[in-house]
T-cell receptor
Framework: DVKVTQSSRYLVKRTGEKVFLECVQD?????MFWYRQDPGLGLRLIYF???????EKGDIPEGYSVSREKKERFSLILESASTNQTSMYLC????????????FGPGTRLTVT | GNSVTQMEGPVTLSEEAFLTINCTYT??????LFWYVQYPGEGLQLLLK?????DKGSNKGFEATYRKETTSFHLEKGSVQVSDSAVYFC????????????????FGQGTILTVHP
């Protein structure tokens, strides 16, 4: 069965901390994505990557960075966490061969206090 | 740019009622259209999709038809169950002008569906 896993389901961090969210997929997909999900706003794309070491900004990249050193792993980094980054973070992956059908992980609910 | 608009929720229905969740879109070119479902505490799962005009996607009793003339992709189910309670997202994938979309999706804001016994 195909899988996208995220390192934590729940995370609580303090303002100013550096936060790492990890995502791993076992489907050999080229494309990987990070979204944040907030009530009433749907999913908003933070960053995506279409190949190892390649990254592109999404719609809301401010305050975030990403890293993709291996094909199966895509990390989201909050350089200095702020309370307005409290949210649900979802990782997804896809392949050109799947017709843009994205597979999602279970999400990480991050609270910044 | 691309955008997706879903009907405002939440939607509350009794079991066996008919469901419609409206979705309209704006996109350049010829997008692919998707409905995703998110059950409580889980990530999103693809529910159904359609890749060209007049295609009908269907799964688990849900259906949606790609209507290019009205730029719509409304989700329907004839008889909902309590287990259908979830958040439903409409989404599209459209290629950038002169290039590939890299699989980027544009999502609507989501519609919360609650079904009571």
């Amino acid at each position: 069965d195909v899988k996208v896993t995220q390192s934590s389901r729940y995370l609580v961090k303090r303002t100013g901390e550096k936060v790492f969210l990890e995502c791993v997929q076992d489907m050999d997909h080229e494309n990987m994505f990070w979204y944040r999900q907030d009530p009433g706003l749907g999913l908003r794309l933070i960053y995506f990557s279409y190949d190892v070491k390649m990254k592109e900004k999404g719609d809301i990249p401010e305050g975030y960075s990403v890293s993709r050193e291996k094909k199966e792993r895509f990390s989201l980094i909050l350089e200095s966490a702020s309370t307005n980054q409290t949210s649900m973070y979802l990782c997804a992956s896809s392949s050109p061969g799947t017709g843009d059908w994205q597979y999602f992980g279970p999400g990480t609910r991050l609270t910044v206090t | 740019g691309n955008s997706v608009t879903q009907m405002e929720g939440p939607v509350t229905l009794s079991e066996e009622a008919f469901l419609t969740i409206n979705c309209t879109y704006t996109a350049t070119g010829y997008p692919s259209l998707f409905w995703y479902v998110q059950y409580p505490g889980e990530g999103l799962q693809l529910l159904l999709k359609a890749t060209k005009a007049d295609d009908k996607g269907s799964n688990k009793g849900f259906e949606a038809t790609y209507r290019k003339e009205t730029t719509s992709f409304h989700l329907e189910k004839g008889s909902v169950q309590v287990s259908d309670s979830a958040v439903y997202f409409c989404a599209l994938s459209a290629p950038f002008a002169g290039g590939t979309s890299y699989g980027k999706l544009t999502f609507g804001q989501g519609t919360i569906l609650t079904v009571h016994p």
